[in-house]
């Protein structure tokens, strides 16, 4: 569509949105997400959305009534209580450009993963859908270009990216959660710039332009056919959302990203999830944003946190604060990012986030036995806050790298060399030379590759790591072989 026509639509969308939302009452003009009629599969009061079996399947592979044990090359116990639409879930945001770079990825029979399979071809999402997963997570940015059209890297995770990945999972029968950064790259704790496009916006010109985005993309989304079951209003927004600091104005912004996802859900009659999301987890800290939500009315329905071992605390403590947040404030829990490191070695000569100079904590042993423990110890954790934990996402589990490099190796310069030529030109390294223009601080001095290589659900080469299955095993528990 041209710029024209998008135009259009989004003066059309400002003038109609506030005459369809004028006349009803907040939360009462969507369904209740707590009594969704149980004739959709999912479980009786779950309030998700269906977890759909694979095209020509009759069966849910997480089917809780397959509880034998399987023989693994790991241990895992199976974990009592989880239901059959648990979110085993995914971000899978990278893998467009992690092909487009020349990537391979294969099976546990070292068959090749085509990314868009063809007749006679396995697909990477089928994979992904054996070995449990029934969720994927694809993260979105405004435009993750610079003015000259060069790349910011990072995935390139633009509509278009998210439409294809979230269509390619689609049809292998896996739901797609929405993570929309409200941003143009990275969007956390440190970094919560807007769009370009908003920069200069007041906080109601930006808060109609949040909410028309959220409306067109969506929309585009679901017309392409992409399954979207949940999505995420903001990422990691401890301290900012689309450049706005003040909680009475992101909490503003977060309503408006809500009532977007509220009206294409009832105009195009799908079940949609709602999810707020955070980080930096501590009973203080979520109970004061809570409180704030509520205070300020922010109508939402799932309160996500990210978690990972090394950063954040037991997973006792992580049960404790978000069943706290379940029962004093109503709202489904689930953990929108894990991941743990399997080695310590680095794949593609780009710095890792935690490598064998990091000075932190790690809890499990550096193995892929350790990060499955890590994964199923997190899964538990959910668990047993009780009904309302609904899910656990890991990220980017295929994030690996475009040409395995050793320092060792003779040709190390030449093979690191390549690398950062096909990081600049594909997008598939966490930022790309480009980025420093939008974010100077982080991206301008820290671009390159990977920096979770080690962390991935596949080896430095492409192929599946046994804990790639943990969310399969942890419905049945294995037996070593």
């Known amino acids: 569509m041209g710029k024209t026509g998008k135009n259009i639509i989004a003066v059309l969308l400002c003038l109609l949105l506030p005459a369809i939302y004028a006349g009803c009452a907040k939360n009462n003009n969507v369904k209740n997400n707590n009594n969704i009629p149980d004739n959709t599969g999912a479980s009786s009061g779950s309030g998700l959305p269906a977890t759909a079996p694979p095209t020509g399947s ?19 116990s199976r974990i009592d209580g989880l239901s059959e639409d648990f979110m085993c879930g995914a971000d899978i945001s990278s893998i467009k450009s992690e ?20 007749e006679g071809e396995k697909g990477f999402f089928t994979f992904l859908r054996e070995c449990g997963i029934n969720w994927v997570r694809i993260r979105v940015w405004n435009s993750p270009y610079d003015e000259n059209g060069n790349k910011y890297g990072g995935g390139v995770n633009d509509l278009e990216t998210a439409m294809e990945i979230g269509k390619l999972a689609t ?11 409200y941003s143009d790259f990275w969007a956390d704790p440190g970094k919560y710039q807007p769009p370009k496009e908003w920069k200069d ?7 109609q332009a949040l909410e028309v985005y959220t409306v067109e993309s969506l929309t585009r989304l679901i017309d392409y056919g992409v399954d ?15 450049g706005e600091t003040e909680w009475k104005n992101i909490c503003r912004l977060m309503d408006e990203g809500s009532k977007a996802v509220r009206y294409v859900a009832d105009t195009m009659e799908k079940e949609i999830l709602v999810a707020l999301h955070f980080t930096d987890i501590s009973e203080s800290r979520y109970k004061n944003i809570a409180d704030t939500l509520e205070n300020e009315q922010v109508d939402y329905d799932v309160f996500a946190t990210s978690y990972y071992p090394f950063w954040h605390g037991t997973t006792e403590n992580l049960t404790n604060i978000m069943k706290l947040i379940a029962e004093e404030y109503g709202k489904k829990v689930m953990v929108a990012e894990t991941s743990y490191v399997y080695t310590l070695k680095d794949g593609d000569g780009h710095k890792q986030s935690i490598g064998k100079d990091s000075k932190v904590s790690l809890a499990y042993d550096v193995s892929v036995q350790g990060q499955a423990d890590a994964i199923a110890d997190v899964i538990q954790a959910i668990v047993n ?16 790298p475009v040409q395995v490099y050793n320092k060792k190796d003779k ?25 420093g223009s939008y974010d100077a601080e982080d991206a301008g001095k820290w671009y390159g590759g990977s920096s979770w290589d080690n962390q991935a659900l ?9 804990s790639a299955c943990i969310f399969k095993y942890v419905f049945t528990g294995t037996v070593q072989k």
């Open 58 to 76: 009759t069966e849910n592979n997480n089917s809780v009534q397959d509880k034998e044990p399987v023989e693994a090359e790991i241990n895992v």
């Open 99 to 118: 092909y487009e770079s020349g990537v391979k990825y294969y099976d546990f029979d070292g068959n090749n993963l085509a990314y868009s399979p063809e």
């Open 171 to 181: 049809d292998a029968g896996i739901r797609v959660f929405i993570d929309f950064h």
């Open 201 to 207: 916006m007041d906080i109601d010109e930006k808060s």
């Open 228 to 242: 979207v079951g949940m999505v995420q209003i903001g990422n990691e927004t401890v301290n900012g959302l689309a």
């Open 385 to 400: 806050t009780g009904e309302a934990g609904i899910g656990v996402f890991y990220w980017e589990p295929a994030w690996i």
């Open 411 to 435: 040709n190390a310069r030449k093979i690191l060399k390549e690398n950062k030529r096909i990081w600049e030109e594909k997008g598939s390294g966490w930022a790309a030379k480009a980025a």
């Open 458 to 466: 596949f080896g430095f080469t492409g192929h599946p790591l046994a």
